[in-house]
């Protein structure tokens, strides 16, 4: 039987703004609103960045904890994944809501360039956030921008750094590091059955490359990540009305490949997370 497809929605992110499309969740509500129309279009994980009210990025505990407990309650089931990404703290700061032990959070392994800066990924912040994740028995999400970092998860892995099974995205289209490019694709799929046959590996692409990079990773029999922090749009004229509607859009490409969308179970299964 083909693997069922976990679809991950990214619901809100550090960077776009309600000028940039009017459907873009920033305070709690909405965000919990965005997410449980994603959940019955299909998502079974929501990857959650919080905001102060005027737009403003945050790593504040207490609002994650107040959208982890709004998607517990109206998402029953759905895995929650908390990001430590870099545009919305500095340092330690980054994991500071890992004590609220979500399901998964995101780590990032090593450094590269973003649009504008450097993203910084030093060692001693990944040990520590991987400590962190160990401790609070938070299932990590290996984000990729770059062929090291698959090696740096895989290595990491081994070494015992990363707790249960390893999960591996990677993430292309970002303005000067990795583009979205199909021989690249294929060889980090190559990669991580190479290094890491037991893995799982998810694909999300940015801007105009969510959809092909959605459709690349179903295809290939991984799973996909979607949502309006990567991407804003429908198509070149035509604004996302919705995080639901880009879920519903890989839902098709599913459909197409005659992959099932996997249910909030099946995704816990798969990844071998605790019961909700």
């Known amino acids: 039987m083909t693997q069922p497809c976990i679809i991950c929605v990214a619901i809100t992110g550090s960077v776009p703004r309600k000028e940039n499309n009017p459907a873009v969740p920033i305070t709690i509500p909405e965000q919990i609103e965005s997410t449980q129309a994603a959940f019955e279009a ?3 994980i929501a990857h959650c960045h919080v905001r102060l009210d005027d737009g403003t990025p945050t790593s504040d505990p207490d609002r994650f904890g107040l959208l982890m407990e709004g998607i517990q309650k109206h998402c029953p089931g759905m895995i929650v994944q908390l990001s430590t990404g870099g545009r919305s703290g500095a340092g330690t700061e980054r994991g500071g809501m890992l004590p ?3 399901d998964m959070a995101s780590l990032s ?3 590269n360039n973003f649009p504008t800066r450097v993203y910084e990924n030093p060692p001693d912040l990944v040990d520590w956030l991987a400590s962190e994740m160990r401790k609070y028995e938070v299932m990590p999400e290996i984000e990729a921008f770059d062929l090291s970092h698959i090696h740096q998860a895989v290595a990491r892995k081994q070494k015992g750094d990363i707790p249960g099974k390893l999960y591996v ?5 970002v303005k000067n590091a990795m583009p979205v490019d199909r021989d690249v694709f294929d060889y980090y799929v190559k990669t991580m059955n190479r290094l890491a046959p037991d893995a799982q590996w998810c694909a999300a692409g940015v801007g105009a490359g969510q959809i092909v990079v959605n459709e690349w990773a179903i295809a290939a029999g ?4 979607t949502g309006l922090e990567d991407n804003i749009r429908l198509d070149g004229q035509t604004l996302a009305p919705s ?3 880009l879920v519903a859009r890989a839902a098709d490409l599913c459909e197409k490949y005659e992959r099932p969308v996997a249910t909030w179970r099946q995704a816990r299964n798969i990844l071998g997370l605790r019961p909700s």
């Open 42 to 44: 299909g998502a079974s």
């Open 222 to 225: 991984g799973h996909t990540r």
């Open 109 to 111: 392994v090593g450094s």
């Open 243 to 245: 995080n639901a509607a």
């Open 169 to 173: 995205q990677f993430v292309m289209g």
């Open 100 to 102: 609220l032990r979500p």
